[in-house]
């Protein structure tokens, strides 16, 4: 079974960019959530999305926003970038009723200049 | 709120040496899921371990065995004989109180070196 596949993988933005970044979740994985990883906040939650809708949200600026399509691919988008930005996005997808079993995909290393 | 503490930021052991990893959690609520990952330099978190606020049965697997003391707010991570390929950074993470949504909070993680 394929895993959690994420693309791109490596971005690079310049400020006041706006991205889009991509996860196909493991086939019949319904549930998607997005993460931040950065030397100084670590990993920090930003949404999930199950069944097209989202169903919780992290502590992040409006600016983050995210959507899942009905074959549970999703993106996440971020609009206006500023150096802060500069992270690792990590997608995880779980099958429903495994009890946040998440499985992580490779990640999207974003840079903005 | 909640909240994973992993004291130890980095650990350097030779090879085939025991290493404990630590980790301390704050929850108000009962019911809940504790996580082990861990992310080699490629940088995709992979899974070890679920274990839920009621089990508090130690497990082995392998090499790896972990130690849930729900007393003491603790769920700690033991490597046996540790290898090369075992450096990585390893997180500790708590799960949502509702159980169904995927939303973790991650401690600060561990950097693990095993050197020859």
């Known amino acids: 079974k394929a895993g959690v596949t994420q693309t791109p993988r490596y971005l690079i933005k310049t400020r006041g960019q706006q991205v889009t970044l991509s996860c196909s979740p493991i086939?019949?994985?319904?549930?998607v959530s997005w993460y931040q990883q950065t030397p100084g906040q670590g990993l920090q939650f930003l949404f999930e999305y199950f069944s097209e809708t989202q169903r919780n949200k992290g502590n992040f600026p409006g600016r983050f926003s995210g959507r899942q399509f009905s074959n549970s691919r999703s993106e996440m988008n971020v609009s206006t970038l500023e150096l802060g930005d500069s992270a690792l996005y990590l997608c995880?997808?779980?099958?429903?009723?495994?009890?946040?079993?998440?499985?992580f995909g490779p990640g999207t290393r974003l840079t903005v200049t | 709120a909640q909240k994973v503490t992993q004291a130890q930021t980095e650990i350097s052991v030779v090879e085939k040496e025991d290493v404990t990893l630590d980790c301390v959690y704050e929850t108000r609520d009962t019911t809940y899921y504790l996580f082990w990952y861990k992310q080699p330099p490629s940088g995709e978190l992979v899974f070890l371990i679920r274990r839920n606020s009621f089990d508090e049965q130690n497990e082995i697997s392998g090499r790896y065995s972990w130690n849930f003391q729900k007393s003491t707010s603790s769920f700690n991570f033991t490597i046996t004989a540790s290898q090369v390929v075992d450096s990585a950074v390893y997180f500790c993470a708590l799960s949502d109180p509702t159980g169904t949504a995927s939303k973790l909070t991650f401690g600060t993680g561990t950097r693990l070196q095993v050197t020859l």
């Open positions: 995880a997808s779980s099958l429903v009723g495994q009890k946040n079993e998440q499985y």
């Open positions: 086939s019949g994985h319904r549930s």
